[in-house]
């Protein structure tokens, strides 16, 4: 099973050697294997160069641009940590040769490119790459075996290629150390981040639940624009992501308590359900950014409560419009009582109750009860 993953392709192989005519943008959390998905891209091409703005080699070659003409591919990577890297970048790709690719990588501060300033419109593809997913295991794991590995080891290519629940967490407890001690800093300031590590602490006991602002500030002893400003640090670290509930009217389902959810499951505290959850949220973003990054499909991954505590985990929306309403359970042979009564107000969508543990799949009172590693398996990535 190991040399198969070591030796596959990323799922966004063939899509960057699709997009390589404009530049191309690939982030995503750090470790997650945006460098290796890069130098799988260098082989395609005959003489190609990595440039890392972190080596002072690369970064005196980088500001005198003295890299070889015949160069078919450089990549840039950490190259936001460059000041003005943007209209950098702009003068490469405008005054490039003939049949040269740019390549693109970072996390972090890179993701605001799309947020500030229209400088590089017009000359550029993103693509956001995401931990392993079911899907993309397959052929090195059964399904279910998939699932549970992912969700005790997470997703990210060190700690599950390890094997070991040991060796994980031993991994993970450098990682959050250096992302919240380095990272964090290029937002926020030194006496922030006892706050932010306190933060980061709370939310791993509240994955699935919706986030009360309110309740951490008073937690935090800070306020609730303060815990805002704080999560949306989080998400641009990508260390969490948030899913919003679904409403027609978009504007009102913004002011509703969003739910949250790591990229990491093994990072998660709680029971094994509710690392299912977060598994499998974490896969439904990595399909939905997909279908975006490399279709331009207006998809989106939301969950749907109403008033009267009605609830599901997951609704995926194509155009704004419900197309599968997806419950998550452990072990549990009958329909969700929410999912039926969603069934019957969209009846355009389906409704599937994923199980992970589930003896025979079969349809009752409207609902696709499924086996969740074989469903997730279907996905595309």
Request: charged share 25%; net charge positive; hydrophobic share 40%.
């Amino acid at each position: 099973m190991l040399c198969k993953i070591v030796d596959m392709k990323r799922y966004l192989y063939s899509q960057v050697l699709k997009d390589i005519r404009k530049m191309v943008f690939i982030t995503g959390p750090r470790q997650v294997g945006k460098t290796y998905l890069s130098k799988q891209i260098m082989e395609e091409f005959k003489n190609p160069l990595y440039l890392n703005y972190d080596l002072m080699g690369d970064r005196e070659i980088i500001h005198r641009q003295s890299w070889k003409l015949n160069a078919d591919l450089i990549v840039f990577d950490e190259i936001h940590k460059m000041k003005n890297w943007k209209n950098f970048l702009k003068g490469v790709f405008d005054a490039r040769p003939e049949g040269q690719a740019l390549l693109i990588t970072g996390s972090a501060r890179l993701e605001t490119f799309r947020q500030s300033g229209e400088s590089l419109a017009g000359r550029y593809f993103h693509l956001r790459l995401y931990p392993f997913s079911v899907k993309e295991l397959e052929g090195s794991a059964a399904p279910h075996d998939a699932l549970e590995k992912l969700n005790i080891l997470g997703g990210f290519p060190e700690p599950f290629l390890s094997g070991s629940a040991e060796e994980a967490a031993r991994w993970r407890n450098q990682y959050y150390t250096d992302l919240i001690r380095e990272d964090i800093l290029e937002f926020s300031r030194i006496h922030e981040i006892k706050t932010m590590r306190l933060l980061v602490e709370l939310l791993r006991k509240r994955v699935g639940s919706p986030v009360s602002f309110v309740s951490l500030s008073e937690d935090l002893q800070v306020s609730p624009n303060t815990v805002k400003k704080y999560i949306q640090i989080l998400e641009g670290l990508y260390i969490v992501f948030l899913v919003r509930p679904y409403h027609r009217q978009v504007a009102r389902s913004l002011l509703k308590a969003p739910k949250l959810y790591f990229y990491d499951s093994g990072f998660v505290q709680g029971d094994e359900g509710v690392r299912l959850e977060n598994t499998c949220a974490v896969c439904l973003l990595k399909y939905v950014h997909y279908l975006h990054d490399a279709f331009g499909k207006n998809v989106d991954l939301q969950y749907l409560r109403t008033k009267d505590g009605m609830e599901i985990d997951f609704v995926l929306t194509v155009d704004d419009a419900p197309e599968h309403l997806i419950e998550v359970k452990l072990t549990d042979n009958a329909p969700s009582r929410s999912l039926i009564n969603f069934a019957a107000r969209f009846p355009q969508a389906r409704c599937v109750q994923l199980v992970h543990n589930l003896r025979h799949e079969e349809h009752r009172g409207g609902v696709d009860m499924v086996r969740a590693g074989q469903w997730m398996a279907q996905l595309p990535v």
